[in-house]
């Protein structure tokens, strides 16, 4: 297992200034149904608003010995705007998936400004009896949300369960960075449940930073 990130020292050519590389995070492991088309959509970010795009990591210093497509089940494809589409076809089998964001100073360019590695786990379970999963929200809708330093943020996760009262949500797991506080799962009625996020930032976090939510039912 291996991983590498590439970043260029020097200023840019368009504006003199330093690049800021992309962002990129998701939750892992990631389970999927056996047999079933998983669409898995990596969030990503750019503050300097560059053209970006995802790969495969190759190489031994990319992916070392989980270098795709061989690592992964048959078919599995990735696009360059992040969405991956993978079906496991074994109960119990474990994938790692390997990925590289790179970001370009416009769309025509072929060489990066800089690559940076997003690596996550992709379990194959038994299918759910329910074929909807369930869904989360935040309460903005937005998908990007400003916010000043020193404001305190707050608002909620909204999770929907699409499989009656026979199934419920045991969790709203979230990815986020330092200072992120996610209060206790909520449920409202039978469909949905929430919880309350909040956050602070500091002058050391100005920049994107994304958060990833995903609801866990039983």
């Known amino acids: 297992w291996s991983l590498a990130s590439h970043i260029i020292l020097t200023p840019r050519s368009d504006n003199g200034l330093y690049n800021n590389a992309p962002v990129a995070t998701v939750i892992s492991p990631i389970y999927i149904p056996q047999n079933q088309s998983k669409v898995i959509n990596i969030p990503i970010a750019d503050a300097d608003g560059d053209p970006m795009r995802c790969r495969w990591a190759s190489g031994t210093t990319e992916c070392g010995q989980v270098c795709p497509p061989g690592s992964l089940p048959s078919g599995t494809i990735i696009f360059p705007n992040c969405t991956v589409i993978i079906t496991g076809t074994v109960i119990g089998d474990w994938f790692a998936v390997t990925?590289?964001?790179?970001?370009?100073?416009?769309?025509?360019?072929?060489?990066?400004?800089?690559?940076?590695?997003?690596?996550?786990?992709?379990?194959?379970?038994?299918?759910?009896?329910?074929?909807?999963?369930?869904?989360?929200?935040?309460?903005?809708?937005?998908?990007?949300?400003?916010?000043?330093?020193?404001?305190?943020?707050?608002?909620?996760?909204?999770?929907?369960?699409?499989?009656?009262?026979?199934?419920?949500?045991?969790?709203?797991?979230?990815?986020?960075?330092?200072?992120?506080?996610?209060?206790?799962?909520?449920?409202?009625?039978?469909?949905?449940?929430?919880?309350?996020?909040?956050?602070?930032?500091?002058?050391?976090?100005?920049?994107?930073?994304?958060?990833?939510a995903m609801a866990v039912d039983r």
Do not use: H, K
């Not at 949905?192 to 909040?198: N, W």
């Open 99 to 212: 990925v590289v964001v790179e970001d370009f100073i416009n769309s025509s360019s072929t060489t990066p400004l800089s690559s940076v590695p997003i690596q996550f786990l992709v379990d194959v379970v038994a299918p759910s009896p329910c074929t909807t999963p369930p869904e989360v929200y935040e309460l903005s809708e937005a998908s990007c949300t400003p916010i000043t330093v020193g404001q305190t943020y707050t608002s909620q996760l909204i999770a929907i369960n699409y499989c009656g009262a026979s199934v419920t949500i045991t969790d709203i797991a979230t990815l986020s960075f330092p200072g992120m506080i996610r209060g206790n799962l909520i449920q409202y009625n039978s469909t949905v449940y929430y919880a309350t996020l909040s956050w602070t930032p500091t002058i050391g976090e100005l920049g994107y930073q994304v958060m990833c």
